[in-house]
């Protein structure tokens, strides 16, 4: 036998034989079992290096030994079986050093470590196996090695956890032999063949191979948990915390799910599966058994039960995606085997380091556990969104190929499944990740015992599958990738000329270009004490480059992005920096700066990112950044209304994120993928165009999904406030600009839904800001308000597409005048103090809250009039749109003139006992910041490109009497009707509290 016979073999062998090698060894022999099992890993992963590389260099690897006549044990390495034996190495060499510092003082560590190698043995058998026979004979020698794991406490709840899973799992074996020595009576040898072996028998019984069909894949759904066969694995979490991650991650659940793939594809066949109708009670089960776990999981308090219901739902995604049965799909299902193994182990490792720690079991007592173990915290936090399905972790990869897949199959109800399997995902991970981070600790923690925060053989696994899963996303169109071997995977079943030419789906890497690289390497900089303090003063800098870059690149040399994303890049940064600055001093004294800064530096790269991202992936991850980032800004104080404030934020964002999610994956399968100047707008379904007006309308403001804007800035602190409404409300602006077809073709009842929620939240939010108390809920409302005529605008180009050349300039030049004008408001809301009638600077102060007001209403001298007239004259093909936008300037006034006077109110209030000018108090870093901000907002419009288009209507006639006439019948209704605000109960509920304006703790 040479090497090539031998290889396969010598793979099982090499956790085998350290197996029993370690049954001989004394209990005490510390040293000498950690060597075997060190040499057992290091082996076995060196062997599967040969084993890969041979592969793809051509050569065939096969054991093949005789057993009785025509029943061979097949050991055989195809792309398939490399795919799994690499995770399963990969992963017993992570659990063992975890095994080891978690087993560490514990009695029969050599019971346990022998019977591990074993069951990894047997799983590396399952993944080598090259016929059903020997997939059998692992299969069931993998059940048997795991029962000692399962009840290795030896207490009554592992004794039970142990019987109920021999129970299930033996009854799962015998379904698997019947059904397997029934086709071999039928077929004879059953090696596993690439278009699979029952393909080429057209003389077989249909009605019998379905029945075999049924016994196989029931036997194989009890390790593979498909209800109704799961009932074993939660209540098998009683096992240690590396069993229990080696049973969802590695061995007993992934053979499941490894063996379905393997009847399916090598076995039936995927066409005659589906010609069979198989396919399609397969993915109703699946299907099922995601939403039933899932659903399961909410109810769950001990986090071990939490996460085995999670794995009764996601385990399932394999089967779907291998159902669906088309390429992408397929791709997707296979792919999620890798990235959901990498994804659940790190979330056990985490569980038992919480357990082993801190003696945390429960969901309920993970309150402040991310400030006690910040780093296993933040590898559960990954983990956690992965599993939601956020990019760029690996789990939104598997997501995409599974929902492209199935528009590829034209099977559309997958697409439900996979959006009420996220939404359901958020539920039960967004709260156990809120708690561990933002609830304070219940009780005084645990001493340390360890330098680090726990055993540093418990810390560095799931810091090493954290950097695993966070690659396998970023990276996923990497020639090295998972899932550029399942693609080879794939065209060994369908064929290369198919795959090749089917729709492409790549997701290349984010552009992670320096711009966006800077805040991140900030961040990271927070988390090492002795940069922390220089990292948190240099934070509003970390926009400067960005800044300086942008603002002296000249159109012809960007390549990047056109001209109005530049634009927008430059009052990114611009409102970054200002509000840096004033926040840094904003919040000096406040204890939770550290907090404060690393989410506002995250939020910064996302809002970079999104604005040069060039592809459909790179936008979506930046967004998703942005969009989660921002959470930790509003819940900042740690009230109970910041609280109550972030979860309805929370709750909106999920539903975008899901929304998004669902409508890009469209737009890629009927647009093309590719840049985001590739994709083919005009082709997306009128389904695609409606998600994208809700989904990134929840970002904007827009009527019907705003409510999560009034709640969130009376909690937030200032400066957050001001990139809230300034700046972060505007990527769901560019989101439409970008995705929906604007110019292209016309989208009359798209459009004609845009106009009217638009415009109904103009003025609605009209009426609710004026009856507030709180000025910075007032500005919510004026936002909601602004942000309605630009989603109007938005609305008129689906409508009219021949007006959107200029139209676009003019909503560019109204966006970027109000981002300017809104966040210097909020700004202004911090010298509330100064406002006092003792204060010498209160003039200085009133004249420039005067002036933004001015420019926000719209009169001559401000960029407000610039803004309105372009967009004005822009759509003047639409009289009746052009009619209903000097009546908004009526609201506009309203809003501020109400303003004007909480502010007073609150100035009169004010404690402030300064009776005159200091020059300190002019070049104060927050007065600077907003009185550089104040002269942006004045006139900065007038030197953008885009004005030139426009600035040569400013001055007529017409334009100054159609500024001057709803200003002043706006002034005339506020002084008839300015007591009327007093006797109005404001809504939402408690939006009529005043704000607290004092410094922060």
């Known amino acids: 036998?040479?090497?090539?016979?031998?290889?396969?073999?010598?793979?099982v062998l090499s956790?085998?034989?350290?197996?029993?090698?370690?049954?001989?060894?004394?209990?005490?022999?510390?040293?000498?079992?950690?060597?075997?099992?060190?040499?057992?890993?290091?082996?076995?992963?060196?062997?599967?290096?040969?084993?890969?590389?041979?592969?793809?260099?051509?050569?065939?690897?096969?054991?093949?030994?005789?057993?009785?006549?025509?029943?061979?044990?097949?050991?055989?390495?195809?792309?398939?079986?490399?795919?799994?034996?690499?995770?399963?190495?990969?992963?017993?060499?992570?659990?063992?050093?975890?095994?080891?510092?978690?087993?560490?003082?514990?009695?029969?560590?050599?019971?346990?470590?022998?019977?591990?190698?074993?069951?990894?043995?047997?799983?590396?058998?399952?993944?080598?196996?090259?016929?059903?026979?020997?997939?059998?004979?692992?299969?069931?020698?993998?059940t048997l090695t795991t029962y000692p794991l399962v009840v290795h406490k030896g207490n009554a709840a592992s004794l039970r956890a142990g019987r109920i899973y021999l129970i299930y799992t033996m009854i799962g074996g015998m379904l698997l032999l019947a059904g397997v020595v029934w086709l071999k009576a039928l077929t004879g040898p059953l090696d596993f063949t690439a278009t699979g072996v029952l393909s080429a028998m057209p003389q077989l019984d249909p009605g019998h191979l379905k029945m075999i069909f049924a016994l196989l894949i029931a036997g194989l759904g009890v390790?593979?948990?498909?209800?109704?066969?799961?009932?074993?694995?939660?209540?098998?979490?009683?096992?240690?915390?590396?069993?229990?991650a080696l049973l969802h991650a590695v061995a007993v659940v992934k053979a499941g799910a490894f063996g379905i793939i393997r009847v399916i594809y090598d076995v039936y066949g995927i066409e005659f599966t589906r010609d069979l109708g198989l396919t399609t009670i397969l993915a109703g089960l699946a299907a099922f058994t995601i939403v039933y776990g899932s659903i399961r999981a909410l109810f769950q308090n001990d986090i071990k039960k939490r996460l085995a219901y999670s794995t009764v739902s996601q385990v399932s995604y394999i089967a779907l995606g291998t159902a669906i049965a088309?390429?992408?799909?397929?791709?997707?299902?296979?792919?999620?085997?890798?990235?959901?193994?990498?994804?659940?182990?790190?979330?056990?490792?985490?569980?038992?380091?919480?357990?082993?720690?801190?003696?945390?079991?429960?969901?309920?007592?993970?309150?402040?556990?991310?400030?006690?173990?910040?780093?296993?915290?933040?590898?559960?936090?990954?983990?956690?969104?992965?599993?939601?399905?956020?990019?760029?972790?690996a789990g939104f990869v598997s997501k995409w190929y599974l929902g492209t897949g199935s528009l590829e199959v034209e099977a559309y109800w997958v697409l439900f499944i996979l959006a009420a399997s996220s939404l359901l995902n958020a539920l039960y991970f967004l709260p156990m990740l809120h708690i561990a981070w933002f609830k304070p600790p219940i009780d005084a923690w645990p001493r340390r015992q360890h330098a680090l925060e726990t055993h540093w053989m418990l810390l560095l696994p799931p810091m090493i599958t954290t950097a695993l899963m966070l690659a396998a996303g970023l990276f996923a169109s990497l020639s090295i990738s998972p899932l550029s071997w399942v693609e080879l995977i794939t065209a060994r079943e369908y064929g290369r000329a198919l795959v090749s030419t089917m729709v492409t789906v790549n997701l290349p890497l984010p552009q992670l270009e320096w711009i966006v690289m800077i805040p991140l390497l900030l961040m990271l900089g927070l988390l090492i004490p002795t940069t922390r303090r220089v990292c948190i003063r240099s934070a509003p800098w970390a926009a400067l480059p960005t800044l300086l870059t942008t603002l002296f690149m000249s159109p012809e040399s960007n390549t990047l992005f056109d001209q109005n994303a530049q634009?927008?890049?430059?009052?990114?940064?611009?409102?970054?920096?200002?509000?840096?600055?004033?926040?840094?001093?904003?919040?000096?004294?406040?204890?939770?700066?550290?907090?404060?800064?690393?989410?506002?530096?995250?939020?910064?790269?996302?809002?970079f990112g999104l604005t040069v991202s060039q592809d459909l992936f790179s936008f979506i991850t930046f967004f998703t950044l942005m969009s989660f980032a921002a959470y930790g800004l509003i819940i900042h104080s740690g009230t109970v209304k910041a609280m109550e404030a972030g979860k309805t934020y929370m709750q909106w964002v999920v539903i975008g994120e899901v929304l998004l999610f669902v409508a890009l994956v469209g737009l890629n399968i009927h647009g093309g993928s590719g840049t985001l100047a590739d994709i083919n707008k005009s082709a997306q379904p009128f389904w695609v165009s409606w998600l994208l007006l809700f989904g990134f309308g929840i970002k904007a403001g827009l009527l019907t999904t705003h409510f999560w804007l009034p709640r969130a800035h009376p909690v937030a602190p200032i400066p957050a406030s001001a990139l809230l409404s300034g700046l972060m409300v505007k990527a769901g602006l560019l989101g439409w600009w970008r995705f929906l077809p604007l110019g292209e073709v016309r989208l009359v009842e798209v459009g004609a839904t845009l106009i009217t929620l638009g415009l109904g939240g103009t003025f609605l939010a009209v009426i609710a800001g004026i009856i507030q108390r709180n000025p910075k809920t007032l500005l919510a409302y004026s936002t909601i308000s602004q942000m309605g005529i630009l989603a109007a605008g938005t609305g008129v180009g689906l409508l009219m597409p021949s007006l959107w050349p200029t139209l676009s300039?003019?909503?560019?030049?109204?966006?970027?005048?109000?981002?300017?004008?809104?966040?210097?408001?909020?700004?202004s809301v911090g010298f509330t103090p100064q406002l006092s009638p003792n204060s010498s600077t209160r003039w200085l102060l009133w004249s420039t809250i005067v002036m933004l007001a001015l420019a926000m209403v719209g009169l001559p001298l401000t960029g407000g009039i610039l803004a309105k007239s372009a967009l004005k004259n822009s759509a003047s093909e639409l009289g009746w749109f052009t009619q209903l936008l000097p009546i908004t300037a009526i609201g506009t006034t309203l809003l501020m003139l109400r303003f004007i006077d909480l502010m007073q109110r609150a100035g009169r209030e004010s404690t402030v006992t300064t009776t005159m000018m200091t020059t300190a108090a002019v070049i104060n870093p927050r007065f600077f910041a907003y009185g550089t901000l104040v002269l942006l907002a004045m006139g900065t419009v007038y030197i953008i490109p885009q004005a030139k288009l426009f600035t040569a209507d400013v001055f007529s006639d017409h334009a100054l009497w159609g500024s001057f006439w709803p200003v002043s019948i706006g002034i005339l209704i506020y002084l008839i009707g300015r007591t009327a605000p007093a006797r109005t109960t404001p809504v939402p509920e408690n939006s009529h509290e005043r704000c607290d304006f004092r410094h922060p703790r």
Request: include cysteine; charged fraction near 10%; proline fraction near 4%.
């Open 567 to 607: 634009i927008i890049l430059l009052l990114a940064a611009l409102l970054w920096l200002l509000a840096g600055v004033y926040g840094r001093d904003y919040l000096a004294n406040d204890k939770y700066v550290f907090r404060y800064t690393l989410f506002f530096l995250l939020c910064m790269s996302g809002s």
């Open 326 to 393: 088309g390429p992408i799909a397929t791709i997707g299902g296979m792919v999620h085997l890798v990235h959901q193994g990498v994804m659940k182990i790190t979330l056990f490792f985490c569980a038992g380091n919480f357990a082993e720690t801190l003696g945390i079991h429960k969901v309920s007592d993970m309150s402040g556990v991310g400030r006690r173990m910040p780093l296993t915290t933040t590898a559960f936090t990954i983990a956690a969104l992965g599993m939601i399905g956020l990019p760029p972790v």
């Open 15 to 142: 956790a085998f034989i350290p197996g029993l090698l370690i049954f001989c060894t004394g209990e005490q022999r510390l040293w000498q079992r950690r060597v075997l099992n060190l040499i057992g890993n290091v082996s076995c992963l060196a062997l599967i290096g040969l084993l890969i590389s041979g592969v793809y260099a051509g050569e065939v690897f096969e054991t093949r030994l005789s057993l009785l006549p025509e029943m061979d044990l097949v050991l055989h390495a195809d792309a398939l079986s490399l795919l799994f034996v690499s995770l399963s190495g990969i992963l017993w060499l992570l659990t063992t050093l975890y095994a080891i510092g978690y087993l560490e003082g514990t009695e029969n560590r050599s019971r346990f470590f022998g019977f591990f190698s074993l069951c990894v043995a047997a799983t590396l058998g399952i993944a080598l196996a090259g016929n059903l026979i020997t997939f059998l004979i692992f299969y069931e020698l993998l």
């Open 1 to 11: 036998m040479n090497l090539n016979s031998l290889l396969p073999m010598l793979i």
């Open 809 to 827: 300039s003019a909503l560019l030049l109204y966006a970027v005048h109000h981002a300017l004008t809104k966040s210097a408001l909020f700004l």
């Open 223 to 244: 390790k593979a948990a498909l209800v109704p066969l799961h009932g074993w694995l939660p209540i098998a979490m009683a096992a240690p915390a590396p069993v229990s």
